[in-house]
């Protein structure tokens, strides 16, 4: 079974400059998460989605972030303009619906790093 | 506020020793416990599950205690090896329709030679 997808593994952009992730969930898995892991740090939920609606964006700074999964599978995730603290790790994570035991599996992340 | 506090931040040790890592959590409610290894450069592993009525879990050299009642947690590895250098995050869910995790910050182990 493939893992989680994410593209691009490496990205370094200027301040005020746009960055866009993409992510390819597990085959079947409805549910799809957008992490920021800023280092040292764990994982911080910036949306969930079931499908292709949103379930949670509570924490996702919507002045510069956004997120679509159109079609309820493949994802992005956009920031623009970038600040210099966007710079860490982005992770995707898919699961089967929530609930239960529904294990979240991660994809390897997209380092952003800000200048 | 629903946090999961890891200690230590970081830990050295020498191959083939043993090691305990610690994780106390207030989340409410509470769904199950897990703790999940993340190698540099790589999205975390799950490692072990948990609900509030196992009390311990192993998987190969790895085995998660779990205290409900004074809601601690533990990760012992035994025999460490090179390869178990990575951070070790301990993830609480509280289960319901989202499933949303609450993450530690994670324990940092190296593994020296």
């Known amino acids: 079974e493939a893992g989680v997808a994410q593209s691009p593994r490496y990205k370094i952009i200027e301040k005020r400059q746009s960055v866009a992730f993409w992510c390819n969930p597990i085959?079947?898995?409805?549910?799809l998460y957008w992490y920021q892991q800023i280092l040292g740090q764990g994982p911080k939920l910036l949306i969930q989605f079931q499908n292709n609606g949103v379930v949670d964006d509570s924490q996702l700074p919507k002045d510069r972030f956004s997120a679509e999964r159109l079609k309820g599978v493949d994802s992005t995730l956009k920031i623009q303009p970038a600040k210099l603290e966007d710079s860490a790790v982005y992770l995707c994570?898919?699961?089967?619906?929530?609930?239960?035991?529904?294990?979240?599996?991660f994809g390897p992340g997209t380092r952003l790093t800000v200048l | 506020k629903n946090q999961v506090e890891q200690s230590p931040q970081s830990l050295i040790i020498l191959e083939g020793k043993n090691c305990t890592l610690q994780?106390?959590?207030?989340?409410?409610?509470?769904?199950?416990l897990r703790w999940y290894k993340q190698d540099t450069g790589r999205g975390p592993v799950s490692l072990t599950i948990m609900t509030f009525s196992e009390n311990t879990k192993s998987n190969g050299r790895y085995t998660a205690t779990l205290d409900a009642d004074t809601k601690q947690s533990s990760l012992h590895i035994t025999a460490s090896q090179l390869s178990d250098s990575a951070s070790y995050i301990c993830?609480?869910?509280?289960?319901?329709?989202?499933?949303?995790?609450?993450f530690g910050t994670g324990t940092l182990l190296a593994v020296q030679p």
């Open positions: 993830v609480v869910s509280e289960g319901g329709a989202t499933n949303k995790l609450i």
């Open positions: 085959s079947g898995h409805a549910t």
């Open positions: 994570a898919s699961s089967l619906p929530p609930g239960g035991w529904n294990e979240q599996f």
């Open positions: 994780c106390n959590y207030t989340v409410s409610p509470f769904s199950n």
